[in-house]
């Protein structure tokens, strides 16, 4: 029977195992490995891109070590090493010391999103160890590459360019927009960008309407655009706000505005799921464009081979934009490893730098006409993205890049 | 002040964990280091905040706007302005005083109780973050990155890690102090007696504007201080870590843990609650999304159960009873 004298005293013990566990000398990890920290945001509010991540990358990598393992250096075995940050930066740079000093690995890698990318930057410059984000929008660290969509000639430069797009060479009538975005840290950076690259095609900017990323209903902010009527509202909107403004669209049965953005709040298939189909049917096809990374429906054997080799082989169920990223991220790995050909940190870091995965090359999943490459400040130099239309079976046409393009937009209605 | 203040401050025993723990960034590596620096942080805010929450039983759920304006304020007049973040932190740290007065005045002039005071001071928080992530001078959501730290100690630099760990203790050492010394102050008897009964306070001539806006003053002083140099030490100043209602709930859990009232409870929570917290999700993170939280939980739930008026209080009546029962023997 436990008492409370047994129960303080298991908890004391545990406690203490848990304190004293940096004086336990740690087994030394075999040669034939390379070790690699993966820090994902497994929960807390950024959970949803790493859940859906995670799977794709571990099956990657396990295919890498199954099918002989880094080559460079005579097969050796990739081994992760995960942490959970719980979507807070400050935990994330924890992590990052944690696995570098405590589980010494040899690269780091995760979900990484920008807050936690500028929180982390002074650590990683500190300890001097390369980082891959899968989803930061810059990097502040020469340490750190990504694969993230850079602020302007990522997000901002694909959604203007497809605005000037259906203006010019298709005929939409589109003189003024009012930016709707996600009030964070990105879709603010985002909008900044956007206002320079809209206002500079000839665009009337009109009224904003922010989305409050804490709020339970978007009526307000629609009922702002409603009033603007632009004729097109544009921004980056997450999949959460994204749920809530097409709820409140609906709602007002508000059809007098072209809806263009990105990525989750406009792309995700969970948009119908949440919506309810016969929302979702109203609201996503009809006036409604979205900005995505990845479209099963693109002109790509490449993606469509990687789509369904995660269905079919790994058994994923959520095939999403985070799976094909973060299997990607595990290609980039690969191929930045194998450039090392040791574990040498700075060998690792310049393995980034002759990373290039090239347009038709199997391992290349992103829709990136010039392929993945990364440029001078550590970003793709290729921050292009899909613009797509949902048809009423919840599939997607992709309208731009026209290289991967299979149908024309839908006629404003 | 009470007579044993003195003598406790001269006793050999604090000086010789003060001296103990200046030591450890020569002993621990990087990684429990950067916990125990955190955890320090921790106690420094919730001895400060106990100075209002639990002296004078104030639950002010404000104080993440005190840790902001020491954080982004000093930060932003560094980056924006070029304004050296000694002088920053002042600033900061007398705007800090400014709403702390303000806060106070609030609640003396519309007579709020208990939770009327807490509604009200959480409502402060909320806003404070919203204005300070629409605010582009304070670094808007995305926050403010603060130059590499060179160690120029004129320039707010600490050197790294080591540097900041010995700060912090300093800084954890004084709110300690500072709690003890009120305690030990005719400041200390009158907030308790406002603690206990407002009105019977006043009815004996305890002045509760002066005296809960001096504690509140005091507090929020502290608590900006703290701000600064913790942003000073991320480097990345975070809107939504530093200003977010939820460092708020951190703190005040960490001082009930530990005891609430007491010099020493706040700091010993925040010794036994933050660390725990860090390495269960390092430990435990990747192996199971959310376990450490809910090991977390069971911990303070079991913590509280055992020992409902705090740890320290707990600990410290155990040993008054065994030195009293010892006595007796003898």
């Known amino acids: 029977m436990i008492n409370r004298r047994t129960f303080t005293t298991g908890v004391s013990a545990a406690a203490l195992g848990t304190v ?3 004086f336990v000398r740690r087994a030394g990890a075999a040669d034939a490995t390379i070790k690699v920290g993966v820090i994902n945001s497994m929960s807390g509010s950024y959970a949803a891109y790493a859940q859906e991540g995670d799977p794709a990358f571990r099956y990657i990598i396990d295919k890498v070590n199954k099918e002989g393992g880094v080559k460079s250096m005579g097969g050796a075995k990739i081994e992760l090493i995960f942490a959970d940050d719980t979507s807070q930066p400050a935990r994330c740079a924890t992590e990052v010391r944690r696995l570098v000093t405590e589980e010494k690995v040899d690269m780091l890698t995760g979900t990484i999103l920008s807050s936690q990318m500028l929180a982390i ?16 929008g810059g990097s502040r660290s020469n340490w750190l590459y990504t694969l993230g969509y850079d602020y302007d000639r990522g997000y901002a430069k694909t959604m203007a360019d497809f605005a000037i797009w259906l203006r010019d060479k298709n005929g939409f009538s589109i003189k003024t927009w009012s930016p709707c975005y996600s009030n964070y840290e990105a879709g603010q950076q985002v909008n900044k960008h956007l206002l320079k690259r809209m206002g500079a095609a000839g665009f009337k900017t009109l009224e904003e309407a922010p989305l409050d990323t804490k709020a339970q209903d978007q009526t307000a902010a629609m009922i702002r655009l409603r009033s603007a009527k632009p004729d097109l509202a544009l921004g980056l909107v997450t999949p959460r706000d994204g749920l809530l403004l097409h709820q409140a669209r609906y709602n007002l049965n508000y059809h007098g505005s072209i809806f263009a953005g990105g990525t989750g709040g406009y792309s995700d298939l969970s948009l119908w799921r949440d919506l309810s189909p016969d929302i979702a049917k109203a609201v996503l096809t009809r006036n409604l464009f979205a900005m995505t990374g990845f479209s099963p429906s693109a002109k790509m054997p490449s993606m469509q081979a990687i789509v369904t080799e995660l269905r079919d082989q790994a058994k994923l169920q959520r095939i999403g934009q985070a799976a094909i990223q973060s299997a990607q991220a595990a290609r980039v790995l ?30 290349l999943y992103v829709a990136k006409p010039h392929g993945v490459k990364f440029a001078d400040d550590r970003l793709l130099e290729d921050g292009s993205a899909f613009f797509v239309q949902w048809m009423e079976d919840k599939t997607q046409q992709v309208l731009t890049p026209e290289q991967f393009a299979n149908a024309k937009p839908r006629p404003r209605s | 002040m009470r007579p044993d203040f003195w003598p406790a401050l001269r006793s050999p025993i604090p000086w010789a964990l003060l001296a103990l723990a200046a030591t450890m960034p020569f002993l621990l590596p990087n990684y429990y280091l950067h916990i125990l620096t955190i955890t320090l942080v921790y106690a420094a805010l919730a001895s400060a905040w106990n100075i209002v929450g639990g002296i004078a039983g104030q639950i002010s759920l404000a104080h993440s706007l005190f840790v902001g304006a020491g954080a982004m304020l000093a930060s932003a007049l560094l980056v924006k302005l070029g304004i050296n973040m000694w002088l920053g932190m002042v600033i900061a740290a007398a705007a800090s005083a400014a709403m702390g007065a303000a806060v106070s005045f609030i609640d003396y002039r519309f007579r709020l109780g208990h939770l009327s005071f807490a509604l009200i001071t959480m409502a402060f928080a909320e806003m404070a973050e919203i204005y300070v992530t629409n605010t582009e001078f304070l670094g808007g959501a995305s926050g403010l990155f603060l130059p590499k730290d060179k160690g120029d100690l004129l320039a707010f630099q600490f050197g790294g890690i080591s540097g900041v760990y010995w700060i912090m203790l300093g800084m954890a050492a004084l709110c300690v102090v500072v709690n003890f010394a009120i305690l030990s102050s005719p400041l200390g008897y009158n907030l308790r007696s406002i603690r206990d009964n407002e009105n019977a306070a006043q009815a004996i001539g305890v002045g509760l504007l002066r005296n809960k806006t001096l504690a509140m003053t005091i507090s929020a002083v502290l608590t900006s201080i703290v701000g600064t140099i913790y942003a000073r030490y991320l480097a990345f100043v975070d809107p939504y870590l530093l200003v977010s209602p939820v460092l708020t709930i951190e703190i005040v859990l960490f001082a009930t843990v530990g005891g609430l009232g007491t010099a020493l409870g706040p700091a010993v929570g925040a010794i036994l609650l933050a660390p725990l ?5 390092g430990h435990l993170g990747g192996f199971l999304p959310g376990l450490h939280y809910f090991v977390y939980g069971l911990v303070v739930v079991g913590v509280i159960l055992l020992m409902p008026a705090g740890v320290w209080p707990s600990i410290r009546a155990r040993f008054t009873r065994k030195n009293a029962q010892e006595a007796k023997a003898s």
């Open chain 1, 20 to 22: 004293a566990s940096p």
């Open chain 1, 121 to 136: 930057s002074p650590v990683l410059d500190e300890l001097q160890t390369p980082c891959l984000s899968v989803w930061a």
């Open chain 1, 334 to 363: 690969q191929r930045a490893i194998e450039a090392a050909g040791s574990r040498d940190k700075k060998a690792l870091l310049d393995g980034f730098k002759k990373v290039d995965i090239k347009f038709g090359d199997p391992d």
């Open chain 2, 277 to 281: 917290g860090e390495i269960l999700r």
